[in-house]
């Protein structure tokens, strides 16, 4: 391996020992600091964004056996066996956390020791990188393999991407999944100017996200968030801000915007309100959807979606070229990072406490240097 000197053989790390409550995140400060394989970079973690992922893991949320909201409580009804997003078991012990920002501090025999040195993000989706496009060989970052919630991680070289910004350390952790999941969502929705976007959710992670990307892609953006985050979420640009569940979601967009339609519903949140987000598409209108927080079992009238002519997408795997143009985003200020708070490595139990409140607006992160 070339490195930079001074790489120690422990670390600190926060390690999941099993399904269930915030007990089973362990801080250890003496956990083996990973080893590059010829193909892979050695990364300095200086900070690691939060994400449902961790918790819907955590928790075994993903199971069949599950049907209620996320509460980030474990649930009795899960099977271990379908816990993870791809419908897997996961092996502990596990570090989570994807969303990082680092600085790469050795590079295997096969990667680019020009890595050496650079401020890099990582592409949480991990790809058999002679079958990329392949849907079926990704897996995620700090959910099958290492992540992190650590002094040090690895990935394959394929994965890093130099970031050249003045955003702080906390700030660029906030960008990776949030922000992928949301122009993932408004690809495959095929979002364009003039379309007017509903997003419930819109002051979490990736809603906030949602609203900046559709508008950078000259979208009309509705949010809809909790009474006391809207005048936070106004100052992300949407056009209108909804209540999170109006009793009368036509009358609440005329008011707004003068219409009783949208082109766009994309949405995170799901539950029992679902029905009312797919009765406000135009005909032709296009649903994409890429989590269910508030419950994912929802009730669909399929008259609605046939004869109103709807196409439902489905968006979690993103494909490889989309983290690229998002490290563009970022660097041409074209988005911008909305970060709530940033926690020690060390109380990540409490930030998760915090995370999953949802007093938030945008994304909260844990540093490992004081001065991220
Ligand atoms: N498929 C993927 O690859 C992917 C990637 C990222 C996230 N996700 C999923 O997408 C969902 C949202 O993620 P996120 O990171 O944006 O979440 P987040 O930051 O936690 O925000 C979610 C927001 O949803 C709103 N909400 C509405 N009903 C809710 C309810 N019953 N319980 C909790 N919150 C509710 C809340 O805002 P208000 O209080 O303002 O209503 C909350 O802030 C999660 O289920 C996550 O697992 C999936």
């Known amino acids: 391996m070339t490195s930079s000197p001074e790489i120690p053989d422990t670390m600190r790390a926060v390690v999941l020992t099993g399904h269930g409550g915030l007990d089973k995140l362990q801080f250890h400060n003496d956990w083996p600091t990973p080893v590059p394989g010829p193909g892979e970079v050695l990364i300095r973690v200086h900070a690691c964004g939060l994400n449902n992922t961790d918790i819907n893991t955590r928790t075994a949320w993903y199971s069949k056996g599950v049907s209620d909201e996320t509460t980030g409580g474990a649930f009795d009804t899960a099977d271990d066996g379908d816990a993870t997003w791809g419908g897997a078991s996961i092996s502990f012990p596990r570090i989570q956390g994807a969303d990082v920002a680092g600085t790469v501090v050795g590079v295997g025999q096969e990667a680019d020791a020009g890595l050496v040195g650079k401020l890099v993000l990582i592409d949480t989706w991990l790809r058999d990188w002679s079958d990329p496009l392949n849907l079926n060989k990704c897996s995620y970052f700090g959910s099958e393999h290492d992540g992190g919630y650590a002094d040090y991680t690895k990935v394959d ?11 702080s350390d ?39 996200a949602l609203i900046q990307l559709a508008n950078r892609r000259g979208a009309r953006t509705v949010a809809m968030a909790s009474d006391a985050k809207h005048d936070q979420v106004k100052s992300i640009g949407p056009e209108a801000v909804l209540q999170r569940a109006p009793e009368d979601l036509k009358a609440a967009l005329r008011d707004a915007i003068d219409d009783t339609v949208v082109d766009v519903v994309a949405d995170v949140v799901g539950g029992p309100y679902w029905p009312q987000l797919i009765d406000v598409l135009a005909r032709g209108g296009r649903y994409t959807c890429a989590g269910a927080i508030a419950g994912p079992m929802v009730d669909m009238d399929l008259r609605t979606f046939y004869l109103r002519d709807l ?14 143009d998002l490290v563009g985003y970022i660097e041409r200020r074209e988005i911008r990072p909305i970060l709530a708070a940033a926690y020690p490595l060390e109380e990540l139990r409490a930030a998760q406490t915090a995370f999953i409140s949802k007093q938030h607006i945008g994304n909260i992160v844990v540093t490992m240097d004081a001065a991220s």
């Not at 070289?157 to 955003?167: A, G, S």
């Open 311 to 324: 196409t439902f997408t489905g968006a979690t795997v993103v494909p490889p070229d989309l983290f690229k």
């Open 170 to 208: 906390a700030e660029l952790s906030t960008f990776a999944t949030s922000y992928i999941t949301a122009e993932n969502m408004l690809r495959r929705a095929d979002v364009g100017a003039g379309d007017v976007v509903l997003v419930p959710g819109a002051s979490g992670g990736v809603g906030s």
């Open 157 to 167: 070289r394929r994965n890093v991407h130099p970031v050249d910004c003045d955003l």
